[in-house]
């Protein structure tokens, strides 16, 4: 599901809304969660799931061309956790035939 189709299926389900009104709440929705984020802070959706920043430690790398050591600098990166009705719905909605067989 693409940004887009996000905003028109918010504008089929509240028919109130107008085309532009679900672009800018979708819009303002995501850009508040992007600031909080970016302020270090956490964002939970109870039932859906929760967004945090992890810290990626320095380490060392190698360059794949030259095969020559690299410094790779700590980097802030964002991380999804699912909740539990999110995890039982998608397990719920596979198909049979992608499920693991059950030990």
Known sequence: MTRSDLVNQLA???????????????????DAMSDALGRGHRIEIRGFGSFSINRRPPRLGRN???GEKVMIPEKL????????????SVDENLPASNKAPSP
């Open 12 to 30: 089929e389900r509240f028919g109130q809304l107008t085309q532009r009104d679900s672009e800018f709440a979708v819009k303002t929705m995501l």
């Open 64 to 66: 794949p061309r030259s």
């Open 77 to 88: 990166v964002p991380h999804f956790k699912p909740g539990k009705a999110l995890r039982e």
